[in-house]
Nanobody, 127 residues
Framework: QVVLVESGGGLVQAGDSLRLSCAASGRAFSTYAVGWFRQAPGKEREFVAAISWSSGRTSYPDVVEGRFTISRDNTKNTVYLQANSLKPEDTAVYYC????????????????????WGQGTQVTVSA
C-alpha cells in the first residue's frame, strides 16, 4: 500500500513560485502513475498535472500549461510540482494522487482514475 504526503504549500504573492512535493511510502511506487489536482473553496476538484511512472510522459490542462512542471525522482519516491508565475486563481488545496499502472507511458487526468490520495497542501496566492 502506497501512502502519500504532500508538502511545500504556503502563502505567496502573484508572480512567485512554489515547489510542491509528494513523498510516497511503498516499494512499488516506481510503477505508480501520479497526478496533481487542486480544489478551491466552492469549486470542484480540478486536474493540474500528471506524470507516467517512467517519467516519459506528462500532461497538463491549458490553465497551467507553460507555468507548472511535474517531475519525479523514483530513487527518492517523490513527485514534484514546480509552479511558476502563480496567480490568485491558483489558490487552492493541492492534492497528489497515485495509481498502479501496467503501462510505463500512460498519464491519467481524471480524479476517478486514482485510488491513493494525499491529505493536501494549501497554496494561497495574494494579488
Amino acid at each position: 500500500q502506497v501512502v502519500l504526503v504532500e508538502s511545500g504549500g504556503g502563502l505567496v504573492q502573484a508572480g512567485d513560485s512554489l515547489r510542491l512535493s509528494c513523498a510516497a511510502s511503498g516499494r512499488a511506487f516506481s510503477t505508480y502513475a501520479v497526478g496533481w489536482f487542486r480544489q478551491a473553496p466552492g469549486k470542484e476538484r480540478e486536474f493540474v498535472a500528471a506524470i507516467s511512472w517512467s517519467s516519459g510522459r506528462t500532461s497538463y490542462p491549458d490553465v497551467v500549461e507553460g507555468r507548472f512542471t511535474i517531475s519525479r525522482d523514483n530513487t527518492k519516491n517523490t513527485v514534484y510540482l514546480q509552479a511558476n508565475s502563480l496567480k490568485p486563481e491558483d489558490t487552492a488545496v493541492y492534492y497528489c494522487a497515485a495509481r498502479f499502472s501496467y503501462y510505463s507511458g500512460i498519464t491519467y487526468t481524471r480524479s476517478q482514475d486514482y485510488d491513493v490520495w494525499g491529505q493536501g497542501t494549501q497554496v494561497t496566492v495574494s494579488a
